[in-house]
């Protein structure tokens, strides 16, 4: 039998910590990003509460049946395997008060391994160091999470807001984020009939249910066509018109409202700005060398019109390379780089807009809450030279990087995506989000992809 044990101070009460878990979406922001981890239905975490959890990717899953007991309300709960792949598991997580306004999470576990002395060994040398990095990832986001929800709104006000691109890699982050802190989601959703709680909202046939916008605080519009791929004329059209079209219609429907939200925030993009070589970007700086994707930006940033001319505060996030190995570009280069056959694409001195996925979501949190208007960069304070995020990466994962594929072969191999996406330099610099206090929980690069990847040097207490 191994054991484990885990403990942190969070910035809350016990109470608010134990809510905080008992909320919709808890499980989600707890599963690390690199984990092939994923819920396939929760009842809660009262006494005899089962989660059904499938680990392992695709077809290949195995189904894990968890059940909670022995839960004392606001101070404790804990989960032990029915079926699975432990022979033993069980986990309890306490709550426990510093003081008024803090607490300490502690996560003690005990587990076994089937097969005997093999399944031990196995415990020790691959299930114990895992499971150190997960709950050490676990913590920091349970706390960075609380941190927020406690900076932004101490009183606890519950807003309802509506979020397109719900189920995407930004969108299913935020609503598992927003939900944890007691707000209502409500999913716009391209095929009807919308069910309870979500919103009819169909680009391609022009219909939306307006009527539905009356009692919702906020709107977060993410959706749009994946931008990787090569970029036929057909893949081209489907990414514009999938910005511009449906920013347009979500747009006037709010515009018609007669009590409409306050605010709505419709992303963009760093492509916005084309290539800038190694002259800082603000959100005061405009085009160079514009391409397919400035042309982009501009129609969807000028599809919210609607909704700014009828009073509304509309905040456009210029948003730049994401970093998760859950989806987007790390998530694409991180299996060479462990592999050791990584390297740098395009030139090295070229820019690299970088960002966590962690502060994507808080800096649309940070916009929700302050009078953010207009464009804003969506940016680390530090972007980063190609050179220097390849070594980094490499780094992190302890490999070489030598491959650098030369610029012809990206260029003839990804065509306008490639010379769009990644041989443009955009030392993009988040200047609205600095000035209005927005605290980034990764503002370097190592540190970033450390928490992301699970490679951080001090781990939540482990004993």
Excluded at 17 to 44: I, K, N, T, Y
Excluded at 144 to 169: K, M
Excluded at 180 to 191: A, C, D, E, K, Q
Aim: with cysteine; aromatic share 8%; hydrophobic share 40%.
């Amino acid at each position: 039998m191994s054991t484990l044990r885990f403990s942190s101070e969070m910035p809350v009460s016990a109470r608010a910590l134990f809510d905080w878990h008992a909320r919709p979406g808890a499980f989600q922001r707890l599963v690390p990003p690199w984990a092939p981890v994923r819920l396939a239905s929760f009842e809660g975490i009262g006494e005899g509460d089962r989660a059904v959890i499938r680990i392992g990717p695709g077809p290949l899953s195995l189904r894990w049946v968890a059940e909670h007991h022995d839960v004392v309300d606001g101070e404790q709960f804990r989960d032990r395997q029915v079926s699975g792949p432990f022979a033993h598991w069980d986990h309890a997580h306490r709550m426990e008060a510093v003081d008024a306004k803090t607490s300490r999470l502690v996560d003690s576990i005990e587990f076994a391994l089937p097969g005997g002395p093999i399944g031990s060994q196995v415990a020790k040398w691959f299930a114990r160091p895992e499971l150190e990095r997960q709950f050490a990832y676990r913590h920091r986001i349970t706390r960075r999470d609380l941190e927020l929800h406690q900076r932004y709104n101490p009183d606890g006000r519950a807003l309802t807001i509506a979020v397109s691109g719900a189920s995407g890699l930004v969108g299913s982050a935020l609503t598992a984020m927003l939900t944890t802190g007691g707000h209502t989601v409500t999913p716009l959703v391209r095929t009807g009939p919308a069910g309870e709680g979500e919103i009819l909202w169909d680009p391609r046939s022009g219909v939306v249910e307006t009527e539905k916008f009356e009692d919702v605080d906020a709107v977060i519009h993410l959706a749009g066509e994946n931008v990787f791929g090569l970029w036929t004329e057909q893949k081209k059209a489907r990414i514009l018109d999938s910005r511009a079209t449906g920013t347009r219609l979500l747009a006037d429907a709010l515009a018609h409202c007669d009590h409409p939200p306050d605010t709505f925030i419709s992303t963009s993009a760093v492509g916005y700005y084309g290539d800038h070589g190694t002259e800082p970007i603000t959100e005061t700086s405009e085009p160079r060398q514009r391409g397919f994707l400035t042309d982009v930006c501009d129609a969807w940033e000028a599809a919210a019109d609607p909704a700014r001319e009828a009073g509304l505060r509309v905040v456009h996030p210029r948003i730049g390379v994401v970093l998760t190995p859950a989806g987007g570009a790390l998530q694409l280069m991180l299996p060479a780089f462990q592999l050791g056959l990584g390297g740098r694409v395009g030139a090295p001195d070229q820019f690299f807009p970088w960002i966590t996925i962690d502060d994507v979501i808080g800096s649309l949190y940070h916009m929700l809450w302050t009078d953010l208007e207009g464009p804003v960069n969506v940016t680390a304070p530090d972007p980063a030279r190609m050179d220097e995020y390849t070594s980094t990466l490499a780094d992190v994962v302890h490999r070489p990087a030598l491959l650098n594929p030369p610029v012809p072969v990206v260029r003839a191999l990804g065509g306008e995506m490639a010379e769009e996406m990644l041989l443009k330099s955009a030392r993009v610099v988040p200047e609205k989000l600095i000035d209005s206090g927005y605290d980034f929980a990764y503002d370097d690069l190592e540190s970033g992809l450390r928490h992301q990847i699970g490679r951080t040097q001090e781990p939540a207490t482990a004993g």
